[in-house]
């Protein structure tokens, strides 16, 4: 999990602090400080997560980019700059391009923002931004909540009481409620000084940045790890009463398969073992066999280990999460029921590896094995669309296809909330209506205004008229006379 580090180097921040009657220092100074205990320990317990350093006033400036380096990270801050005033949101948006170029929307990222609770005056400033958000239009949106998932951390070089007195605090709460409320803000207790900086960084620290220690066991063999980012504990909606589960720090391999189509998921975890161990040989083993090892994190809870490569030269261990339960892979049915061959009556995959018991077929057959209508792209959805066109332009000769291909449209519309579409057809057929040449059958103008009308009553959402099984049917014309 990526880390942001978002430097405060406005103004304010120079504002000078007594440190019992010593010289000097700003507040610059003390979160220079926290930072520095901040990397020092991700540098020892957090070495294969990347990270990143920015500094922001009125502008942003991408200082350090994503890296390992923690001795470049520390060099940055020692070498930064006092700018102008204070813009969070410039800042936000610098964020998101930062991340989205590195990462993608999938990768969640955490944010640690560093300021003096100072959040900037007039135009730009925090409070003039969540006062205008519901007045601005789609290029110009507040840039929370970030499309990556986030954590956001707030760092403030100040003590509660200081923030209380403006309503400083109040708008960092709505800036984290705007991110979706995953995060924390600290503030410093007491005086303003190295020991309470220190003391609020090792809050941070506690809470994001803990390292998780494991035994990894497989039969007789066994081995501490070390898990990082920290697995976070998951709610299970369908249960009457959820409770957060967490993984358990003994977790029990149950066994290995073969790892032909893998593809990591967002929910890896990343594990480093620090000398020769069974870690170690597992992590080999996963590698130059291409295989994967189930794992056991608690009751009725699964995972998998394999290896990935971060380049060439270099390879993780990777922890996957499977949703809690039994079965978290239908395919592969119950994990308890999961044994070696030998205990088998007979091999499940034939005397020739001729054949295989996965996948399990499903007792009944699923929803999206049947034929249903689906847009993945835009030009399927167009080639629909063009087919009720090319029918309407051919009434009354193709009536029933043109129904068909209607009614196929308005269920998949329905299915998908897809409202607009209802709608937007309609026009296009009462725009067909008023194209009619003047030797078309008058049959058709009557079904083109039916089919429209019955389009827009079912784009109301009307239970009456929006029913997904009801079809719309020709309408009843007599032109024989």
């Given at each position: ?313 270099k390879s993780n261990l990777m922890m996957s999460l499977f949703e809690p339960g039994s079965e978290p892979l239908p395919w592969l049915g119950k994990i308890s029921h999961l044994g070696p061959i030998s205990e088998a009556a007979e091999n499940p995959y034939g005397e020739d590896d001729s054949k295989s018991p996965f996948p399990l077929q499903p007792p009944v057959k699923r929803s999206y094995a049947q034929n249903v209508t689906v847009w993945i792209k835009a030009s399927g959805l167009q080639t629909d669309v063009q087919k009720i066109l090319r029918n309407a332009r051919k009434l009354p000769d193709k009536t029933q296809t043109f129904y068909k291909e209607l009614n196929r449209l308005r269920k998949a519309a329905l299915a998908f909330g897809f409202w ?62």
């Amino acid at each position: 999990m990526p880390t942001v580090v978002l430097m405060d180097v406005s103004l304010s921040m120079t504002r000078p602090v007594s440190l019992d009657g010593s010289e000097e220092f700003q507040r610059k100074n003390l979160a220079v400080h926290g930072l520095n205990m901040l990397f020092e320990h991700m540098a020892s317990n957090y070495r294969l997560e990347f990270t990143a350093l920015m500094a922001f006033s009125s502008l942003w400036e991408l200082l350090v980019p994503f890296t390992r380096d923690y001795n470049a990270l520390q060099e940055a801050l020692s070498n930064l700059e006092d700018y102008d005033k204070t813009c969070v949101e410039s800042a936000l948006h610098g964020v998101n391009n930062v991340v989205q170029q590195e990462w993608g929307n999938a990768c969640p990222c955490q944010v640690v923002l560093v300021t003096d609770g100072s959040l900037g005056i007039g135009k730009g400033s925090l409070r003039h931004s969540l006062q205008t958000l519901k007045q601005r239009g789609d290029d110009k949106k507040f840039p929370l909540p970030f499309p990556f998932p986030t954590k956001l951390f707030v760092m403030c070089i100040a003590n509660a009481e200081e923030l209380q007195m403006t309503d400083g605090m109040d708008n960092l709460e709505e800036l984290l409620r705007l991110s979706g409320g995953d995060g924390q803000i600290f503030t410093m207790e007491g005086p303003l000084c190295m020991k309470s900086v220190q003391a609020m960084f090792g809050r941070l620290i506690d809470h994001a940045y803990s390292p998780f220690h494991a035994v990894l066991h497989c039969g007789n063999l066994s081995s501490d790890v070390q898990v990082f980012p920290r697995p976070e504990p998951i709610i299970v909606d369908d249960e009457v009463d959820p409770m957060p589960r967490n993984v358990n720090t003994e977790v029990d391999e149950v066994g290995a398969g073969t790892a032909e189509e893998l593809e990591e998921e967002p929910s890896s975890s990343q594990m480093a073992g620090k000398s020769p161990n069974f870690c170690v040989l597992l992590h080999g083993s996963l590698k130059v066999e291409g295989m994967v090892a189930l794992v056991q994190l608690g009751p009725e809870w699964y995972g998998m280990l394999y290896s990935q490569a971060d380049s060439k030269k270099k390879s993780n261990l990777m922890m996957s999460l499977f949703e809690p339960g039994s079965e978290p892979l239908p395919w592969l049915g119950k994990i308890s029921h999961l044994g070696p061959i030998s205990e088998a009556a007979e091999n499940p995959y034939g005397e020739d590896d001729s054949k295989s018991p996965f996948p399990l077929q499903p007792p009944v057959k699923r929803s999206y094995a049947q034929n249903v209508t689906v847009w993945i792209k835009a030009s399927g959805l167009q080639t629909d669309v063009q087919k009720i066109l090319r029918n309407a332009r051919k009434l009354p000769d193709k009536t029933q296809t043109f129904y068909k291909e209607l009614n196929r449209l308005r269920k998949a519309a329905l299915a998908f909330g897809f409202w607009e579409l209802l709608k937007g057809v309609a026009e296009l057929l009462e725009r067909e209506c008023t194209m009619l040449p003047d030797s078309a059958h008058p049959d058709a103008a009557f079904q083109l205004s039916h089919a429209a009308q019955q389009l827009k009553l079912a784009s109301t959402g009307d239970s009456q008229y929006a029913a997904f099984d009801h079809n719309i049917v020709p309408m009843h014309t007599d032109f024989s006379s």
